[in-house]
């Protein structure tokens, strides 16, 4: 099963090229990556959708800007749904925005638009970040599967010794 990553923003005119720049990198890495009003479903619900998409990710990526600050409680609602349901975080953050109120102590990438040679080093940076996150999941599901392996191996052995006892 693909690794998914939804992106939340509450981005600004100037500061849609970074969401999608991050989108279309993570897409290269075999990562998908949701904004959500790249899939918009016609005849249902805004949050209900959004509610959907943020269950089925792997991953929940917080983009913060200036710009963007002032119309973050949406964003607010969706980390907070992330969380409830129990998805990593991550803040990417432009330096100087105070996320503390809504984004509490979650994992963050802060970047300086003016001090960056362009996007794609801060979308270097997040997918690289991503890339972990899923090698550790992807470690841990091989841990379950490999320990559900043993267990099983260990069911057999136990019914064929008992199987053998009783013949």
Known sequence: MPYRV??????????YALVTLLANAMWQHGIEAY???????????????TADQISNSD???????????????????????ALA?????????EEGVNTEPYLG????IEFNRWRIQSYYDVAERVVELVKQQKGLKEGKEAVGEAVAGLAL??????LQSRGGKGS
């Open 6 to 15: 939804f992106i939340s923003h509450n981005v600004g005119r100037d500061d």
């Open 35 to 49: 904004i959500p009003e790249w899939n918009a479903r016609y005849g249902e619900s805004v949050n209900k959708y």
């Open 59 to 81: 991953l929940v990526l917080a983009v913060v800007t200036h710009e963007g600050f002032s119309r973050a409680i949406h964003m607010g609602i969706e980390v907070g749904y």
């Open 85 to 93: 349901k129990g998805k990593q975080v991550i803040a990417l953050v």
């Open 105 to 108: 102590s979650t994992s963050r």
């Open 153 to 158: 191996l260990g069911l057999f052995l136990w």
